[in-house]
């Protein structure tokens, strides 16, 4: 346990920083800025779930990367109407 604890810590405080700016991205008030963010931490997370899902768990794909590819996906979609 004690081996894994600073993992853990790590972590966390990655998927903090991610959340926290996809959160940010909501205030941003200059359309093509706030895709620019959205685009660089959905990829941020995208490159994290699949790094997991091959040095990890494939499950961690379906849980973290897949998400961000469909929110991702949205966030194209919503830009072009």
Do not use: D, M
């Not at 998927?15 to 660089?40: M, R, V």
């Amino acid at each position: 346990a004690q081996l894994t604890k600073v993992l853990a810590q790590n972590q966390g405080l990655y998927n903090g920083f991610l959340a926290t700016g996809l959160i940010w991205s909501f205030f941003i008030e200059n359309p093509e800025w706030q895709k620019n963010i959205q685009f660089f931490f959905l990829g941020c997370v995208i490159v994290a779930g699949i790094y997991g899902a091959l040095s990890a768990s494939r499950k961690i794909f379906f849980v973290q990367a897949l998400p961000a590819v469909l929110a991702l996906t949205f966030v194209l979609i919503s830009s072009k109407i």
